[in-house]
């Protein structure tokens, strides 16, 4: 079971996103995931290729990735889901939770998305939680950033729409 959600304690904010930005370069091809909705319903990473997506992952559990929820909502608020995906992949065992915390905390533009396997951190070879990943409309990974962002600062946004021009 992945338990690093404490390790990592860099707090990324408008201020300093930038110097917590890791670059890709050259970019790299995600591996496949497979996680369940709200109803358990699967769905794959790869169904939302052809736009950007913003793929957080995050738990309950963890108090940085609770913090920064909000800013991913709004930065969904912000972006067209068709040019920009914001998927908070959820490593919580129950979709309960996760469904509860959304209505607790009035999370309405993120979908669902719980990686009951629990494969995620170590696919995608992260060190803690919060991380995110950007990738590109091919599936490939371009950016990752590791612990808690604003997302919906200036800097984050005017990054992001740079980036997907």
Not at 2 to 26: E, G, K, R, Y
Not at 45 to 70: F, H, Q, V
Request: overall charge negative; aromatic content about 8%.
């Amino acid at each position: 079971m992945f338990v690093a959600a404490s390790l990592l304690s860099a707090h990324c904010f408008a201020s300093d996103f930038s110097s917590h930005l890791h670059l890709v370069n050259p970019a790299q091809g995600v591996p496949h995931l497979v996680f369940e909705d709200a109803t358990g319903g699967q769905h794959r990473l790869s169904d939302y290729r052809g736009s950007y997506i913003l793929l957080n992952i995050w738990a309950t559990w963890c108090g940085p990735c609770k913090k920064e929820m909000p800013s991913l909502e709004r930065l969904q608020k912000i972006f067209d889901p068709q040019k920009l995906r914001v998927l908070a992949l959820s490593e919580d065992r129950s979709a309960d939770a996760v469904v509860g915390f959304y209505k607790t905390d009035a999370i309405t533009h993120l979908l669902i998305a719980v990686d009951h396997a629990g494969i995620a951190p170590s696919t995608l070879h992260l060190r803690g939680l919060p991380t995110s990943l950007l990738i590109d409309p091919q599936g490939k990974e371009i950016a990752r950033i590791e612990g808690e962002a604003d997302w919906s600062s200036p800097e984050v946004t005017d990054y992001l729409r740079a980036t997907m021009r």
